[in-house]
């Protein structure tokens, strides 16, 4: 049974909007990812998605409610369907709570895609 | 949708081993708990379990193998069946994800156990 320290997780890529594998369970994958920028929008059908921040700021954007803006250790639950789009002015630190197999831009193929994740070691 | 800041959220209630649900996605709960002292040996027999240390030390011991120690943002999954004890010297201020029916004192049942839990507000 291996413990993960979030600062050394993060401090082990740089790579921004490609989320790395930090564990597993009951089929869900908590996931890591450094962002910055606009992401795209999307929506993941089949899927609730927990985005919490560890450092920096995020927005969340959705298409018929109010931005969500997330700071240090702050978060929100995007239910299923429901098209979003992350944002951060500056780089942010996000951990991020959803089934495995849950694809990072959801109903669509971008060249953000992510479908093979990297393991934090 | 709302967005949970844990610290507002930890202020919001004292009691010691008593989860708070803080949000649920996908039929996994983010529970939220304050804790001090041995809680009792115990296992779940179909749940992984996440605890992520957001304030203090947790340790957590295990039957048959070394000790876990969890210091602030540093977290571990205690795979199904096997039995473990979380202990907190002194209060330490968890995260928990893991499936919402999910029960405190896994196989036993004592009166730290608790079913009913309180929603954060």
Redesign the interface.
């Known amino acids: 049974?291996?413990?993960?320290?979030?600062?050394e997780a993060f401090a082990s890529f740089d790579e921004h909007w490609s989320p790395r594998l930090a564990?597993?369970?009951?089929g869900?994958a908590?996931k890591l990812a450094k962002v910055e920028g606009e992401f795209v929008w999307h929506q993941h059908e089949d899927?609730?998605?927990?985005f919490l921040v560890?450092s920096g700021e995020l927005r969340i954007e959705?298409q018929h409610?109010s931005d969500?803006v997330?700071?240090e250790?702050?978060?929100?639950?995007?239910?299923q369907g429901?098209e979003h789009r992350p944002v951060a002015e500056n780089e942010a630190k996000i951990l991020l709570?959803?089934?495995s197999e849950t694809r990072n831009t959801g109903n669509v193929e971008t060249e953000q895609t992510r479908t093979e994740l990297k393991e934090i070691e």
Chains 1, 2 share one sequence.
Do not use: H, R, W
């Open positions: 049974m291996k413990k993960v320290a979030l600062t564990g597993e369970l009951n869900q908590v899927a609730d998605e927990l560890t959705f409610e969500v997330l700071q250790g702050e978060f929100v639950i995007v239910p429901i709570f959803e089934p």
